[in-house]
């Protein structure tokens, strides 16, 4: 091979490299400006102290995550932890919640088309091009002992007065969020049971297979990567929900969002804020890391 040769295959790498750099160079920077570079600022913050006059001394402590995990009553007795735990049962909740409520109404869009299909997606989506917190509005009128739901109860020969689950608190808090993620969870399952062939589905109804086998055998393990995707676009942001708990719950719980916010501002303590936060962040690497292992970008619609 001769030098021009030799040269024109590196002048050629070299556009191909410049080519690559000017597609890739923006995003990359957006990710290091938006992402890293704050989270790295959060890291610092986290291990420094703030004095009484709250100037923040920068310094390398672990006395604020000593905070998070260590209480007076001992390991792990602390009010941090307690919401944490708790955060996760609700947003565990909503999760399964969304699925079990998600699943028929994304199989039967599967099996619909035309009109009908663009009816029924208009349907179930409508109320979500509202406002989030006029919905959430809409849901104190609903809830509470002198509720519309309650209202209604307490007027027939059912019950004799209000109906605890009705009242603000914890079961509350989930319906509203699982009304306000149930499109993840649709759109997702969706996407993937779209791609199933329905006729795996009826050679399995001709071989005697009941629906629920169908359901357990056939249509849950096709679209499994739609749902591992949907329970994560539901669990993270379920996990750190702020204005709901702190609209339906009425102060008899605290979710971990809230005690991070309340920390902040009553005492300026950012330094607590950013550990708690930066602990807040395990979970939802784990959750992406397992999307990452288990589905594709088809998938995830």
Known sequence: MSTIQQLGE??????ERAKLALMTGPGVSWLLALILAPTAFLVMVSFAE???????????????????????????????????????????????ATVVLAYPVAYLLTRLSGRT????????????????????????????????????????????????????????????????????????????LEGIDYGVIEASRDLGATRLEIAKDV??????????????????????????????????????????TARINELYAINYGAAGSLFLIIPTIIAFAIVMRTTTLEAMG
């Open 10 to 15: 590196a002048f050629e790498r070299r556009g």
């Open 50 to 96: 703030v004095n009484s006059s709250y100037d923040v001394v920068w310094s390398f402590s672990v006395s604020n995550y000593r905070e998070l995990f260590v209480g007076e009553s001992g390991l792990f007795k602390t009010p941090f932890i307690d919401s944490f735990l708790l955060s996760l049962g609700i947003a565990a909740s909503t999760t399964v």
């Open 117 to 192: 299909f663009k009816l029924v997606l208009f349907a179930v989506l409508v109320p979500f091009f509202t406002i989030f917190i006029v919905r959430i509005y809409s849901w104190l009128s609903l809830f509470g002992s002198e509720g519309l739901i309650n209202s209604m109860l307490v007027a027939t020969p059912l019950v004799s007065g209000p109906v605890g689950i009705f009242e603000y608190g914890l079961a509350a808090v989930v319906i509203s969020l699982t009304h306000a993620f149930f499109p993840y969870m649709l759109l997702t399952l969706y996407s993937s």
């Open 219 to 260: 249509v849950i393990p096709l679209s499994a990567q739609g749902l591992i995707t949907g329970c994560v676009f539901v669990f993270v942001p379920a996990l750190g929900t702020f204005i709901t708990p702190q609209f339906l719950a009425r102060g008899k719980f605290t979710m971990i969002a809230e005690v991070l």
